[in-house]
T-cell receptor, first 110, second 117 residues
Framework: RKEVEQDPGPFNVPEGATVAFNCTYS??????FFWYRQDCRKEPKLLMS???SGNEDGRFTAQLNRASQYISLLIRDSKLSDSATYLC???????????FGAGTRLAVHP | GAVVSQHPSRVICKSGTSVKIECRSL??????MFWYRQFPKKSLMLMAT?????????EQGVEKDKFLINHASLTLSTLTVTSAHPEDSSFYIC?????????????FGPGTRLTVL
């Protein structure tokens, strides 16, 4: 079983749509969680950290369920500029090693 | 935010040659840096942890004699792909962690695209 699993997509949605991405992780000892965004042929960039209480940043909402080892990202009112691959990332703690999911590709069309 | 640079950004080489990639933290010190590899349409795979002043720690399945890592200073780590072959063609990315209060944020370099002919 992969350490971090995501639906690869692609998700093709119109502008203004709401889209949700899911992610599961296998190691219950994982300590911190993130969503990164990666544009084609570029390095990943941190989108947001994910906290147990859930957190929101503008149109983006992240949720963590430790009991189910499940992480989600909700994007509201999608923009064309949201088109990218969204990476679910888990920090195994200790040495700050990040384990990446394979990513979910989002394509927002007019 | 903090800046991590990589050099070169792109390299094309012949099979059998060695290629050195540099990763620098420009405005902070990093005793640890991480090297990743990403194949097309795949996720980043952690290759190794570079440790300043000691040996690198390699992930399972990564050949340490093929991917030589040297953490020469608190701001520089190098990855040398020795005797490169076409299957080594990939996008190589480094990252460096920086504590931000109680959190640690990873800053990524812009990546190096290696093509081995």
């Amino acid at each position: 079983r992969k350490e971090v699993e995501q639906d690869p997509g692609p998700f093709n949605v119109p502008e203004g749509a709401t889209v949700a991405f899911n992610c599961t992780y296998s190691n219950s000892a994982s300590q911190s969680f993130f969503w990164y965004r990666q544009d084609c042929r570029k390095e990943p960039k941190l989108l947001m950290s994910v906290y147990s209480s859930g957190n929101e940043d503008g149109r983006f909402t992240a949720q963590l369920n430790r009991a189910s080892q499940y992480i989600s990202l909700l994007i509201r009112d999608s923009k064309l500029s949201d088109s990218a691959t969204y990476l679910c990332v888990v920090n195994m703690g200790g040495y700050n090693k990040l384990i990446f999911g394979a990513g979910t590709r989002l394509a927002v069309h007019p | 935010g903090a800046v991590v640079s990589q050099h070169p950004s792109r390299v094309i080489c012949k099979s059998g040659t060695s290629v050195k990639i540099e990763c620098r933290s420009l405005d902070f010190q990093a005793t640890t840096m991480f090297w990743y590899r990403q194949f097309p349409k795949k996720s980043l795979m952690l290759m190794a942890t570079s440790n300043e002043g000691s040996k690198a720690t390699y992930e399972q399945g990564v050949e340490k004699d093929k991917f030589l890592i040297n953490h020469a200073s608190l701001t520089l780590s190098t990855l040398t792909v020795t005797s490169a072959h076409p299957e080594d063609s990939s996008f190589y990315i480094c990252s460096a962690p920086l504590p931000e209060g109680q959190r640690v944020e990873q800053f990524f370099g812009p990546g190096t695209r290696l093509t081995v002919l």
